[in-house]
């Protein structure tokens, strides 16, 4: 027990350097969980200042803490608290590395690569008044004006006509060439975004004409390398939003994980995280579905898109598979005492059938693959109207079987994503009604909730991938996430609770007096702990050119994650342990 002094404690690796674990000072302890485990120190210690501390014999320690149930508490927790705490902070020195200046995206980007279209030309004569409706219509914020030949003699931007027309009084029927600024800077598509960006800075502008081969191929914006470079998710947001077309969106799709890894090397959570890539994530797909309806044409009736599982959570990473359904209202239907002619009901199906198979289609463009057991709304299966939707829910919750409720589980975890929002809000409201009055129901998910083992042997070892192409892996998300999700959505469905996400349904179910405050604690600690390794584990795969999976070798974790990640495991056996006492689960 230190009294004065300090003193650090550290790892050294087989090359003598050493990781840093802790400091300590006076009033802090050295050697306790070693004392309570019984077994040798994880870490060094040596003192860095003059100190003084007092040295309590390891059977006196043991005797206290076993007749003073407050003492052991007190260590318990704050083991707890700060082990977490320390393992976040390692995971993000140690694991996220920050870039090197050669692989920021502003040096390893070609200007090229960033135009997304050609550009939008006007002539000369063009009075302002239709120039800035064709900026407008094209959702763009710079013509270039060409001459009488058609050589490129200037470009306009909105901030010209906020600046030389709004604010001076200018007739808008004067021509373009009047308040164009000329001649228009150019730069070679060959030359990196870092030199674009040092043109501007040096000329005091916004936007640059792109050149390939002599001609003017685009044009590149001061906004362009602002979300290039990664830090401005609302940047990124704002572009995604005002997108006009397909192949845009597809493109805008990649920037996302630029955005992204900024904000775990800063310090963010994974559940921060997850919610960030599901705000953006949701923008993609009203933008998507926005197009897909001018394409189309307005739908029959009024619909809802429905996102399901991870996205419906918010606890998406990196391309999470695509899982969806759609809920429309028959045509008609809100006409009181008339049926929907049947072959008005037919169009409407086929209209929406083919919707979400084209949705489905472009978000696979945008890099989200499809749902490998066709849980989304190109399958018919889960593309009905609202009263199919309720007969399914029906059917679910009062006759149930194992394997439908195994396969069920995910519609549980549903919130609107696009259109009618009210609409999937009733849908969701009535199968959480349905499933908590429903014991049977209740049971049979809380004996799926025990279906996954915690990865740990009787000794608090590792259970890997004993085969495969993930032979000595740890499986992150079946048998370390995926329990603390059931849980949390059994418990809530209990209490008759519609909210999604994990930690927010922990949070409830503990305020209703479902879950203790010290396993609630322990859990939600446990759950972004495995979340936040999860999110680094897929950031790393992708940045070195692989795909992201679930799997993770602990061999490639440092002590103190290896520790902490036995302790969240060790928290799935006692969520489970909860669910056989609150459910009467035999085994």
């Known amino acids: 027990i230190i009294q004065t002094g300090a003193v650090k404690l550290f790892l050294t690796d087989e090359d003598g350097g050493e990781t840093l674990a802790d400091f300590r000072g006076p009033g802090a302890v050295v050697g306790v969980l070693s004392a309570i485990r019984g077994g040798p120190a994880n870490l060094s ?21 076993e007749s003073q149930p407050a003492v052991a508490q007190y260590f318990l927790k704050s083991f707890s608290e700060i082990y977490v705490s320390r393992a976040f ?8 590395l920050p870039r090197s200046e050669s692989s920021l995206p502003l040096f390893a980007t ?28 094209e959702g763009v914020g710079s013509l270039l004006v060409k001459d009488p030949l058609g050589a490129i003699a200037g470009i306009i931007t909105d901030k010209d006509l906020r600046r030389k027309v709004v604010a001076q009084g200018l ?34 502008i916004h936007h640059l004409a792109v050149e390939k081969k002599g001609h003017i191929v685009g044009v590149i914006t001061s906004h362009d390398l602002m979300v290039l470079q990664g830090r401005s998710p609302f940047g990124l ?42 705000v953006l994530g949701e923008v993609l797909l009203d ?14 009736s009024p619909f809802c898109w429905l996102l399901l599982g991870s996205e419906a959570r918010r606890e998406q990473t990196f391309r999470t598979d695509q899982d969806n359904a759609l809920v429309y209202l028959p045509p008609d239907g809100k006409i009181p005492g008339r049926s929907p002619d049947p072959e008005l009901k037919r169009q409407a199906g086929d209209y ?30 889960w593309n009905l109207e609202e009263s199919g939707w309720s007969d399914f829910f ?48 209740l049971g049979f998910l809380a004996r799926d909730c025990l279906r996954a083992r915690p990865p740990l042997t009787f000794f608090k070892g590792f259970v890997v991938e004993k085969s495969g192409e993930h032979k000595n892996h740890l499986d992150l998300k079946g048998r370390g996430i995926m329990p603390f999700v059931d849980v949390a959505r059994l418990l809530a469905l209990r209490a008759g609770l519609t909210e999604c996400n994990t930690l927010d349904r922990l949070t409830e179910v503990n305020r209703r007096g479902l879950l203790s405050d010290q396993l609630y604690s322990e859990a939600a600690e446990a759950f972004e702990f495995l979340s936040q390794i999860r999110l680094v584990h897929q950031l790393r795969l992708m940045e070195s050119g692989r795909q992201p999976d679930n799997f993770m070798n602990p061999a490639d974790l440092s002590e103190l994650e290896k520790r902490t990640l036995k302790e969240a495991f060790g928290l799935v056996g006692a969520l489970q342990s909860l669910v056989r006492e609150e459910f009467h689960v035999q085994g």
């Not at 501390?53 to 005797?63: D, L, T, Y």
């Not at 600024?181 to 000329?203: N, Q, W």
């Open 45 to 65: 210690a040596e003192t860095v200042e003059d100190t003084f501390a007092f040295r309590m014999p390891v059977a006196v320690f043991r005797e206290i803490v």
């Open 237 to 278: 947001f704002s572009e995604i939003e005002h997108e006009r077309t397909f192949t845009g969106l597809y493109e805008l799709s990649k920037k996302i994980p630029l955005v992204i890894r900024p904000l775990i090397e800063e310090g963010a959570k994974a559940g921060s995280v997850g919610r960030m890539i599901a």
């Open 352 to 381: 929406f059938l083919r919707f979400g198979r084209l949705a489905i289609e472009h978000l696979v463009n945008c890099g989200y693959p499809p749902c490998p057991a066709e849980m989304m709304a190109s399958n018919p299966r």
């Open 394 to 441: 029906r059917r679910i919750v009062n006759a149930p079987e194992p394997e439908q409720v195994l396969h069920a589980t995910i519609f549980f975890d549903m919130r609107p994503g696009f259109g009618y929002n009210e609409l999937g809000e009733r849908i969701k409201a009535e199968a959480v009604r349905l499933a908590s009055k429903n014991e049977v129901f």
């Open 171 to 204: 007739d808008y029927g004067i021509p373009v060439a009047e308040i164009m600024s000329g001649p228009v800077r150019t730069i070679p598509e060959s030359e990196d975004c870092f030199d674009a960006l040092l043109t501007m800075m040096k000329h005091q």
């Open 287 to 300: 933008r998507v579905l926005s197009l897909l309806q001018e394409d189309m044409g307005p739908p029959p």
């Open 110 to 137: 070609k200007v090229g690569q960033t135009v997304r279209r050609p550009p939008v030309t006007v002539e000369m004569n063009t009075d302002i008044r239709c120039a800035a409706g064709i900026m407008a219509g």
């Open 89 to 96: 902070g390692e995971l993000r020195r140690r694991r996220v």
